[in-house]
Nanobody, 125 residues
């Protein structure tokens, strides 16, 4: 059974850190493009970061560049999102997703075919 299990969310103060994990089962993570998306209440889904399977390059949205770092551990079949210097605007449910989008479409959530269940990140003092 194909699964993507996102975990690691929680409540953190502004300036704090969290590391999200996206554990894959039923398939080999590195053979798919994996991205993190987030959605805050009342807002549209937003792409955060992704590793493209075609070139294994990692890309980050401008809003998180320099603060968030995505990585992948092939041995653990798990992707990560290290989040530093968190801000209240980062509050959202974070999802990992897999797909095989063209590189130019990595930010487009509609081309991802399988999604994890999401993990809630709340940044508040």
């Amino acid at each position: 059974e194909v699964q993507l299990q996102a975990s690691g969310g929680g409540l953190v103060q502004p300036g704090g850190t969290l590391r999200l994990s996206c554990a894959a089962s039923g398939f080999t993570l590195r053979t798919y493009t994996i991205s993190w998306f987030r959605q805050a209440p009342g807002k549209e889904r937003e792409w955060v970061a992704g590793i493209h399977a075609g070139n294994n390059h990692i890309y980050h949205a401008d809003a998180v560049k320099g603060r968030f770092t995505m990585s992948r551990d092939n041995a653990k079949n798990t992707a990560y999102l290290q989040m530093n210097d968190l801000k209240p605007d980062d509050t959202a449910t974070y999802y990992c997703a897999r797909g095989r989008p063209p590189l130019g479409s990595i930010r487009n959530g509609d081309v991802y075919t399988f999604w994890g269940q999401g993990t809630l990140v709340t940044v508040s003092s």
